[in-house]
């Protein structure tokens, strides 16, 4: 069974910072390109951050760069979202996602998807 599991959403002020974790099960994790997508209300989902398993390549909207780091750990099969300087426009579900061609992933095409967790921006 493939599971992508979210953890550490939570409400902020602005400026502040949270760290999201994803912890993946049920499937070859060194061999997917896994990342983040988020979706704020009345929103489209949109790309957040991914990374790819075979260089370690990582993707970032134009939004987020410079704020968020996006890395993983291949021994927990877990890759976490570092988000940092939080702005109002940051609030979203943020889900995380896994995908075996990354070319899929950044179409917003991903195999899996993670339930999502709620980030609140409070200012």
């Known amino acids: 069974e493939v599971q992508l599991v979210e953890s550490g959403g939570g409400l902020v002020q602005a400026g502040g910072s949270l760290r999201l974790s994803c912890a993946a099960s049920g499937f070859t994790f060194d061999d997917y390109a896994t990342g983040w997508f988020r979706q704020a209300p009345g929103k489209e989902r949109e790309g957040v951050s991914c990374?790819?398993?075979?260089?370690?390549?990582?993707h970032y909207a134009d939004s987020v760069k410079g704020r968020f780091t996006i890395s993983t750990d291949f021994a927990k099969d877990t890759v976490y979202l570092q988000m940092n300087s939080l702005i109002p426009e940051d609030t979203a579900i943020y889900s995380c996602?896994?995908?075996?061609?990354?070319?899929?992933?950044?179409?917003?095409?991903?195999?899996?998807w993670g339930q999502g967790t709620q980030v609140t921006d409070s200012s």
């Open positions: 996602a896994a995908s075996q061609d990354i070319d899929r992933f950044l179409a917003g095409h991903p195999d899996y």
């Open positions: 990374i790819s398993s075979s260089d370690g390549t990582t």
